[in-house]
């Protein structure tokens, strides 16, 4: 027999590997397991399903873990022992009684492998010993070959409303995966198990693609591998990874919302062979096929951070001057000024037409200086294309002061009357010569006169509803500059009709029937389109007077909220800007004027510390690598410093602490490397604000730390001394402690005698409040409530003659008399064989008042 499955039985107790930071019953598939016991059962699903939490709970429902195997199947040991044929017989020398063996974590195993794995599933089966095995479906190659087993995918794993708090449930199915529901770092974790499940290469980058565009169509797989392995993947991908939204009707995919920095990360080191697989060559040409598709599809911001975070310098440059005007007519300024940052000391082949969209895109974000400075450096130099300085010309005059505009005009007034009639397809992405024009031609005409003709006479009567070309992004621009250089004359009540009023009026519908098309869609507007509503928004009551419509008021939200994010990205959102959004006024949002620009601060990310069942560092949501936390000092001084909530500890006292047999000079120095090797592994972009130490003493930053230990506190002050409230949160409590605090208080770090002095503390507590709440629920009649704490009391301290108490009462009324004298029966038998003693007077007469109101029940 080895050691291996020995170690692998549980004897009553939860598996280490299965102590989740926060426990969610899901009896609905524990039924289901339940109602098919007599088949092997099969958990196959990605990482973040909640498999091994369900095996744990079916477990625990039916066998309270008694006579339970918990194999790890991702250990080798289970391959030497399943290639030796001895794990059957390993299992019945253990435990004759074995009633369930879970294998978790069942790896890719090859055809010899499974066959033997199938085998050992049926005899066990056949021995009346039930089989659960959790894999994921990159990984399931046993299934098949057990008869009549159950296989229970990814789709029946979603969490559904029973599950779920009253509006809490995610409405798109994608995202009720278990980890994105109940998890903080729930999207890291599918992402990171995504990236690192055994699959082909050509399969991972299909994943990959998917998640990282969010939502797309069949064709995006069959233009990235292929229309054979393009359907291939996409039938693999629907039937096993219900997070991907894949419908098979409409051939349309709607992914869980996951971060793209999450995915990128997470497949950082699988990108090499996913763009060999794919047939690019080099991570970054993988990137920009991607990101080409995302632009068509309206995604410039995504499509630009995709190709940022991944391609290199030289990559990011060439695909900027390819598709940068594009990122600028979508509103993703903000992402074309980082892109230039990143690629602006490469050889840029388009160096004017890049500079001249630069300067467009600051103009954007509202950053006029570095709007002015690109567009002067197209329009003074001599080898720019005439087209791409009238277009920097025109940036500038937007922006600029009187006298920039005059010169300006100088600039684009010969241009414009030495091309009226003539049409040209501009310079490589610029807005086409005739767009151009009319652009200049609006922007030219400050009285506002022409400038609603110009933009009717170009719209014609075509209908371009819910495009979002050049050509629709451009003419929605015009007409905001053209509604706005009308406004800017006032509006005389004679301005309700006329030509002029028709034009308007017609303006307004063409511009509302584009974006509201988008936003049904759930499209970006493009940055012309913002405009254009914003515009319209700004003249409603006039619109209203002409019988046109106005923009509704969740789509001049929606635009003001594209010009927030834009701004706060390139560090220039006002303030009254982001408080303006949720409170608007006849569709328009509020705002307070003389409040200059301010740049937003980024907060520092809160540090967790959970020390219940580990220790374990968190930042802004992100686990603190376990490697870096290997050294026992670092998470014994991790731990002494949260144990005291913020408070100064000495210098000496942490050294004493530490080193207590160490002298005064080997443990200041052995205190000094290990201080600043916490610093390192705490360390937040470059530095570690969260580890104070000055002329007084060391501690955590209280303000920018909390801990899984402020939370007991909080539970044990309510568990003892809470009110009547206690009576509607029993069963919130009752989880808390069940599932936070199931775990020794850093078990890891044994002889430390203060750390040891706090779990020992802090165990006492807990029992004495599971005591008292149990005690005050039966008072308040609330038996159930009343039994689980006194057993939870029980299960933590069997020497605890107050737990047996008021187990004993709880029982009594539940109606559970013959369990209360099961219960005096079960304390008396441990008092005599551990202490030598008897029960105390008090729980004596406890028995005889049950004995005497009924009689019966010893019979």
């Known amino acids: 027999m080895t050691r291996f499955v020995y170690q692998s039985a549980c004897r009553g107790q939860r598996p280490a590997r299965v102590q989740a930071p926060r426990y969610h019953s899901r009896p609905a598939r524990v039924a289901l397991l339940a109602r098919e016991r007599r088949r092997a059962r099969f958990l196959v699903a990605p990482h973040g399903f909640g498999k091994a939490m369900l095996a744990a709970e079916y477990a625990e429902t039916m066998f309270g873990f008694r006579h339970v195997f918990w194999i790890n199947a991702a250990s080798p040991c289970f391959l030497r022992d399943l290639d030796e044929g001895s ?204 990101a080409d598709r995302l632009l068509s599809a309206g995604e410039g911001p995504r499509a630009a951070s995709l190709v940022g975070a991944v391609a290199p310098r030289a990559t990011v440059g060439a695909w900027l001057g390819r598709c940068g005007w594009e990122l600028v007519r979508q509103g993703a300024a903000g992402e074309v000024c980082r892109l230039y940052e990143v690629a602006c000391r490469a050889k840029l082949a388009e160096r004017f037409s890049v500079n001249a969209m630069v300067a467009c895109a600051y103009a954007q974000l509202g950053r006029r200086a570095q709007a002015l400075d690109f567009a002067r450096k197209v329009v003074s130099a001599t080898l720019a294309p005439t087209s791409l300085k009238v277009a920097a010309a025109l940036c500038a005059h937007r922006q600029g002061t009187a006298e920039v505009r005059r010169r300006m005009e100088e600039v684009m007034a010969p241009w414009l009357e030495a091309r009226r009639g003539d049409a040209g397809a501009g310079h490589k992405g610029c807005p086409s010569d005739e767009l151009l024009a009319l652009l200049v031609e609006v922007s030219l005409d400050r009285e506002g006169g022409r400038a609603s003709t110009l933009c009717r006479r170009r719209l014609g009567d075509a209908s371009w509803a819910g495009a979002l070309t050049e050509e629709a992004q451009g003419c929605l621009l015009a007409v905001a500059w053209a509604i706005d250089a009308r406004a800017s004359r006032g509006m005389p009540e004679s301005a309700c009709s006329g030509e002029e009023a028709d034009e308007v009026a017609y303006l307004a519908r063409w511009a509302l029937g584009i974006v509201e098309e988008r936003a049904v869609e759930g499209r970006s507007l493009g940055f012309g389109g913002e405009e254009a509503v914003l515009a319209l928004d700004r003249v409603g009551s006039w619109l209203e007077a002409l019988g046109a419509p106005r923009p509704a008021v969740g789509l001049v939200e929606e635009a003001c909220a594209a010009r927030v994010r834009r701004e706060r990205a390139a560090g220039t959102a006002r303030a009254e800007d982001a408080a303006a959004l949720p409170v608007s006024t006849g569709g328009r949002p509020m705002r307070r004027a003389g409040v200059s620009a301010a740049p937003l601060v980024r907060a520092t990310p809160l540090l967790e510390v959970r020390l219940f069942g580990g220790v374990r560092a968190f930042i802004g949501g992100r686990e603190v690598s376990p490697r870096l936390l290997a050294s026992r000092r670092s998470r014994a001084l991790l731990a002494l410093l949260a144990l005291h909530r913020g408070c100064e500890l000495a210098r000496e006292d942490l050294v004493a602490m530490l080193w207590p047999h160490a002298d005064a000079r080997t443990g200041r120095k052995s205190f000094y490397r290990l201080w600043q090797n916490l610093q390192s592994i705490l360390s937040a972009d470059g530095a570690c604000p969260y580890l104070v130490r000055d002329r007084y003493g060391c501690r955590l930053d209280p303000a920018l730390f909390t801990s899984d230990v402020m939370e007991f506190q909080d539970v044990v002050r309510q568990l003892l001394f809470g009110s009547a409230a206690l009576t509607t949160n029993w069963e919130r409590l009752f989880e808390q402690v069940r599932t936070m605090f199931s775990g020794e208080l850093a078990p890891s770090e044994t002889g430390n005698e203060v750390i040891d002095g706090f779990r020992e503390r802090f165990s006492l507590e807990l029992v004495d409040g599971l005591v008292a709440a149990s005690v005050r629920l039966r008072a308040a009649g609330e038996p159930q409530g009343a039994l689980w704490f006194a057993r939870a009391a029980l299960e933590r301290d069997a020497s605890r003659e107050d737990a047996y108490a008021a187990l004993m009462e709880a029982q009594l009324g539940a109606g559970q008399r013959s369990g209360a004298v099961a219960t005096y029966h079960a304390c008396r038998r441990h008092l005599a064989d551990s202490l030598g003693l008897d029960p105390s007077r008090q729980l004596g007469a406890l028995y005889q008042r049950v004995i005497e109101e009924e009689p019966g029940v010893l019979a």
């Open 87 to 290: 794990l059957a017989a390993d299992l019945e020398t253990v435990d004759e009684k074995t009633a369930l063996v879970v294998f978790a974590d069942v790896p890719l195993l090859d055809e010899e492998r499974a066959g033997r794995f199938a085998a050992l599933v049926g005899n066990l089966m056949a021995a009346h010993i039930e089989v659960v095995a959790t894999t994921t479906p990159g990984c399931d190659s046993a299934s098949g070959l057990v008869p009549d087993a159950l296989v229970v995918d990814g789709s029946l794993l979603l969490v559904d409303e029973g599950e779920c708090a009253a509006g809490s449930l995610p409405e798109e199915p994608a995202a009720r995966v278990a980890c994105l529901v109940w998890a903080a770092d729930g999207p890291s974790f599918l992402a990171e198990g995504c990236a690192h499940e055994e699959l082909p290469a050509d399969l991972r980058a299909a994943l990959w693609a998917m998640l990282v565009m969010g939502r797309g169509q069949k064709g995006d797989l069959r233009a990235l591998l292929g229309a054979d392995r393009g359907d291939e993947a996409w039938a693999c991908l629907g039937a096993a990874y219900p997070f991907l939204g894949i419908d098979e009707d409409e051939e349309t995919f709607r992914a869980a919302p996951l971060d793209l920095g999450v995915v990128v990360r997470a497949f950082a080191g699988a990108m090499e062979p996913m763009a060999r697989a794919v047939g690019c060559g080099r991570r970054g040409d993988l990137a920009c096929l991607l």
